[in-house]
């Protein structure tokens, strides 16, 4: 298993949730690692991506100013601090790698297990 999400769980609505994405050392120096979500019923979709360097960051409209990706490349371990959380932010959430800076699925190409995340009102 070259990525393992969690710290996902079961939160009230406005509560915080921080994900972990434990990397081997082959995987974590890739161009980008990203956040995606996927809702029962609903196509995975990206939240987040950080590069390699940690310098730059891209986020979906629907998290902007809630959550927060970083990485500690000392740890080879990336981070999804997720605040002021929502019913609809209620997923699975995976952490993957990719050799592009991008949002399209289809280009991260290693994956890890997903993470559960449920937020009830």
């Known amino acids: 298993v070259q990525l393992q999400a969690s710290g996902g769980g079961l939160v009230q609505v406005g509560d915080s949730l921080r994900l972990s994405c434990a990397a081997s050392?082959?995987?974590?120096?890739?161009?980008?690692l990203g956040w995606f979500r996927q809702a029962p019923g609903r196509e995975r979709e990206f939240v987040a991506a950080i590069r390699w360097s940690g310098r730059l960051t891209n986020y979906a409209d629907f998290v902007k100013g809630r959550f927060t990706i970083a990485r500690d490349q000392n740890k080879n371990t990336a981070s999804l601090q997720m605040n002021n959380l929502k019913p609809e932010d209620s997923a699975v959430y995976y952490c993957a790698a990719s050799n592009y800076w991008s949002v399209r699925e289809r280009l991260y190409d290693t994956w890890g297990q997903g993470t559960q995340v449920t937020v009830s009102s």
């Open positions: 050392d082959r995987t974590f120096y890739r161009d980008s």
